[in-house]
């Protein structure tokens, strides 16, 4: 699991831009709404990784890794324009904490 805080690259009085990937391959992006109490995710991905920006509100992400019995399910929250990136065989579970678009 990374996580990074999303900073603008420029800011002007038109607002602000924020380069989320750049020079990055990106097989797939979707848009996710969620409501508050509502669980998503419990699964892992065998050969991608799958990155999640925090458009609006929070989650608490839950993972483990699949391959290590040893190992114990941890947590982070995640907050508005910040970026999670989720590794090959990494079970993750999302606790949603309030309404939010990721």
């Not at 848009?31 to 989650?59: F, N, P």
């Not at 190992?71 to 929250?77: A, D, G, L, Q, Y």
């Amino acid at each position: 699991m990374n996580i990074r805080k999303i900073e603008p690259a420029f800011i002007d009085g038109r607002g602000e831009i924020a380069d989320i990937f750049y020079k990055h391959p990106v097989d797939h992006v979707g848009v996710i709404t969620s409501s508050e109490g509502a669980l998503r995710g419990d699964h892992y991905h065998k050969e991608t990784i799958q990155h999640m920006y925090m458009a609006k509100g929070s989650l608490r992400y839950y993972y483990r890794n699949l391959n290590d019995d040893n190992s114990e399910t941890k947590s982070i929250v995640v907050n508005e324009g910040e970026l999670i990136s989720t590794p090959p065989f990494e079970i993750h579970s999302l606790e949603i904490l309030e309404p939010n678009i990721f």
